[in-house]
């Protein structure tokens, strides 16, 4: 007589402990140490931060640790944790101006107030694998002469703003909609689409970005400025009755100049881009920044050339990597009570067919 | 555990996803957008379902979770493990035992009861999402009532194979108003939709709605005067307990097309296998 | 007689430029109006404000309905609007693309304004759908076909009976023809003319075809920068045209 399988609870005890074994991998190499994570693969923490949006680098570490390095798990693991945290209220906005720069580069003028800032990049590497690593070994650091600029650095943006060239931002008091609180609803504000960008996958964002580049929604962008650096974070304490800072934290800021709007009666005037993220993870800024540019179509009166990254219902409700890992992963869940009911209506739909 | 609140979310959060459910259930089968919140498992997997489910639950509770119609396949156990680590209740297999039900697919075989409450787990809650992509639009058909288009779909259906071809998730028309979507239950389940004496809620997480349908609301499953909506299952037999009249999974038995027929409702089938013993 | 639509004062800007400036007229119960002018001319800004694709910035339509008496296509709320325009209003897209379902059979695509106003039985549907492709001379065998494996031609009279068979009072028709070869274009304007005449249908076709109009309309409005700048019987207009520029428009046609 046949029974009925039994027994998921065990199976899923089973299973959590060899993941757990596995996690650990072969136990005569030495444990991951967590600062390991947070110092040597700092690029992963940073993108772990950004997307899981919240600002811990010994949490993402932890979170890459027992995700197995797997990056998508880990943001999981963040904002998993990051929805159970208490709120207790908003920060003063950031002044990307005010920035500690390591990296600040514009490639829309040679030199700019202040300098190009090259910092630590991959960008003139050439990508040969460095078998000293693989043998473990360092080589010798040599005396680099470390330069971060202190001084606040004047926006290549505020430069062209000065003269009317860049389109300006309107600036206003009104408090932005918050995407973690509220549903995101269509259509949405710029505040809402930049957060949602923010928060975006860097893969989908960054191929989306490619192809307003190769010509699906081309808005011709430069980068009129990218840098990274640390900024102070502030928050007005309503006991006090004045803002304190309360952290430091490292961001990257892409401005992107793009093509100019204009007509007979208004002045031709560049139009611009914005991206911020956490961390050091410029290829996501630089990418929001073109996405963002993209979804301003209608706002600068251009056309809709029905490009994907143009559409902002379609882009900002697939972004959301996990929401898509999620859904793309149920369907291994079972679904056999769907899947035979529709068993039997093919079936009764090919008995009816050789009649 | 004891870092988290009973039954895992904040109050804040609850109080936020209890007023979207009374206006979920003010307003039946209207889907209400709430700020759904990330979970410790996946979406897709039943996060709404969970959150609706937490907001839901008191101490006295005694709480079953099914998926597939079954309370020990993994899904249904990891759930029904999450509230017993984090709320504590009582939980049961047994469906007229349970005053809250958390189902993934099916209704239970046993009749719902005045008092209960059933919550659905949604993966997609708008039923014209495959007919017309774009909420803002969507939104707009529910808001003027123009349904025309989601009968076109069953003309389609009927006009190329004979009969209506949905099979599971199949639409249906809360009263006169909304039509909506039922999850994806088998059809056969959809005439249990109607004037349940419990209180069905509704919830998506990913896509951040809920909906409800508050006890005896009339609900009627789509379909043409002349090719009248058919819950019908497949003519078979539960191997175990007999039954004629449940919702059947079909078991493979070998790999030479050996198969036999098997409640999907366990605790149904298990109880008929107790009383005809 | 009561005229069907009275417009008046439509004015529609697009910035500095004028799309159409202070239109008016009156249409009567079983009249077809043609509207003809140059691309420029504001002749499919005019017709998109009284169809309700565009807002006008000034002026009121004024539309006798069957159901809600005389009322203002541009006051209605927007569930007014719409079951107007499943019921007693049609319009006919110069590409056959825009006013179709491609991705829905023929039959389907006639069925769907039925469904809409709430024709629950499958064959009824499926009888008024074969006798619509009837009269429009699609042959029944293409019932279940989709509409993207139809000429163009059958596509436009497709078209024509998804619009006509909730049996409307007023069609809006935006350059019907345009696009189609001429031998094909004869065949829809004799369809189209005899659709009209049966159903006693009132019309307004915007065209920059003359003979268009000559075939179907009983008056015109002629364009120019946003105005009307000469109207009438078609015939008068047409045989002893007044403006210069109308003179232009025939003399034009007639060269050709």
């Not at chain 1, 389109?167 to 932005?176: F, I, R």
């Not at chain 1, 923010?198 to 989908?204: C, H, K, L, M, V």
């Not at chain 3, 039985?121 to 619509?132: M, T």
């Amino acid at each position: 007589m046949y029974v009925a399988v039994k027994g998921g609870e065990k199976a899923i005890d089973q299973a959590h402990a060899w993941l757990a074994e596995v996690r650990r991998g072969d136990q005569n190499t030495a444990v991951l140490d967590t600062a390991q994570i947070r110092d040597q693969l700092t690029l992963a923490c940073n993108r772990v931060m950004a997307e899981g949006s919240l600002y811990d680098p010994d949490l993402a570490a932890l979170a890459i640790k027992q995700a197995r390095g797997d990056l998508v798990e880990a943001i999981f693991l963040i904002r998993a944790y990051r929805t159970t945290l208490p709120r207790f209220g908003a920060s003063a906005p950031i002044d990307t101006g005010a920035m500690t720069c390591i990296r600040r580069i514009s490639a829309t003028f040679k030199d700019a107030p202040g300098g190009q800032l090259l910092g630590p990049t991959f960008d003139y590497t050439h990508r040969l694998l460095d078998f000293t690593l693989l043998a473990n070994g360092e080589a010798e650091l040599a005396e680099t002469e470390r330069q971060t600029l202190n001084e606040p650095l004047a926006r290549v943006s505020d430069i062209l703003g000065k003269d009317a060239l860049l389109q300006p931002e309107p600036s206003g008091n009104e408090e932005p909609g918050d995407l973690t609180r509220q549903p995101l609803a269509f259509p949405a504000d710029r505040a809402l689409r930049l957060q949602s960008l923010s928060r975006a996958d860097e893969g989908f964002a960054l191929c989306l970005a490619y192809s307003t580049q190769r010509g699906y929604g081309r808005n011709h962008p430069f980068i009129g400025e990218l840098r990274v650096g640390h900024v102070e974070v502030s928050m007005e304490i309503p006991e006090l009755g004045f803002s304190i800072v309360i952290g430091e934290i490292t961001v990257t800021e892409c401005e992107t100049v793009n093509q100019f709007v204009g007509s007979r009666k208004q002045p031709a005037q560049f139009t611009r881009g914005y991206g911020l993220t956490f961390g050091h993870t410029e290829r996501k800024a630089i990418a929001m920044a073109l996405l963002d540019r993209a979804l301003r179509w209608e706002e600068l009166g251009e056309d809709d050339t029905g490009a994907p990254a143009q559409d902002a219902e379609f882009v900002l409700s697939h972004a959301d990597n996990i929401q898509a890992t999620g859904f793309l992963e149920h369907i291994k869940l079972p679904h056999y009570v769907d899947f035979q009911s529709e068993l039997e209506l093919v079936r009764r739909l090919r008995a009816e067919a050789e009649q | 555990m004891s870092a988290y609140n009973f039954a895992y979310l904040d109050e804040q959060t609850k109080r936020m996803i209890r007023r979207a459910l009374l206006k979920a259930v003010a307003i039946p089968g209207y889907q209400v957008p709430f700020a759904s919140r990330e979970m410790p498992m996946p979406y897709g997997w039943g996060t709404g379902g969970v959150q609706v489910t937490a907001s839901t639950l008191v101490p006295e509770d005694r709480l079953k979770v099914i998926d597939q119609g079954a309370d020990d396949t993994t899904n249904a156990v990891s759930i029904r493990r999450f509230f017993e680590v984090t709320a504590g209740v009582e939980t049961t297999t047994e469906a007229d035992r349970a005053t809250v039900i958390q189902t993934r697919h099916r209704i239970p075989e046993t009749p719902l009861q005045e008092g209960q409450i059933i919550v659905y787990q949604v993966p997609i809650p708008e039923p014209l999402r495959f007919l017309e992509p774009r909420e803002t639009e969507t939104r707009k058909m529910h808001s003027l009532g123009e349904y025309g288009l989601m009968h076109v779909k069953l003309y389609e259906d009927i006009a190329r194979h004979g009969e209506i071809a949905t099979t599971y998730a199949y639409p249906v028309r809360v009263g006169k108003s909304y039509v909506m979507d039922p999850s994806p239950i088998p059809k056969f389940d959809n005439p249990k939709l109607n004037g349940s004496p419990a209180i069905q809620l509704f919830g998506a997480g990913r896509e951040q709605r809920i909906y409800a349908l508050p006890p005896w609301t009339p609900v009627k499953s789509l379909d043409f005067e002349d090719y009248p909506f058919d819950p019908s299952r497949a003519a078979g037999q539960c191997a175990l307990c007999g039954s004629t009249s449940s919702y059947l999974d079909e078991v493979i038995t070998d790999d030479s097309g050996g198969r036999m027929f098997l409640c999907s409702d366990t605790d149904y089938c298990a109880r008929r296998v107790q009383e005809g013993a | 007689m009561n005229p069907i639509l009275r417009a008046t004062g439509i004015t529609r800007r697009y910035g500095e430029r004028i799309g159409c400036a202070d239109i008016g007229f009156d249409l009567y119960p079983g009249e077809v109006m043609g509207i003809v002018g140059e691309s420029g001319s504001g002749k499919s800004t005019l017709l998109n404000c009284l169809a309700g694709q565009l807002t006008p910035d000034a002026g009121s339509i004024l539309f006798d309905s069957a159901q809600q008496g005389v009322c203002d296509l541009l006051t209605l709320s927007e569930m007014q609007r719409r079951t107007l325009a499943r019921t007693e209003l049609a319009f006919v897209h110069q590409n056959p693309r825009d006013g179709l379902r491609m991705s829905v059979s023929a039959g389907g695509n006639v069925g769907e304004r039925l469904m809409g106003v709430g024709a629950r039985h499958y064959a009824n549907i499926r009888e008024q759908a074969l006798s619509w492709l009837e009269r429009v001379e699609i042959p029944a065998d293409r019932i279940d076909d989709r509409p993207s494996q139809f000429s163009g031609g059958m596509q436009q009279r497709l078209q024509i009976a998804r619009n006509l068979v909730t049996g409307p009072r007023l069609v809006f028709m935006d350059e019907p023809t345009g696009g189609l070869d001429v031998s094909v274009q004869a065949r829809l304007l004799d369809l189209l003319r005899g659709l009209v005449r049966q159903m006693g249908l009132s019309a307004i076709v915007v065209t920059h075809d003359l003979a268009v109009v000559r075939l179907l309309a009983d008056r015109i409005l002629v364009m120019k920068d946003g105005q009307v700048i000469e109207a009438g019987l078609t015939d008068q207009v047409l045989d002893d045209p007044h403006h210069a520029y109308t003179q232009l428009l025939v003399a034009s046609v007639l060269q050709a």
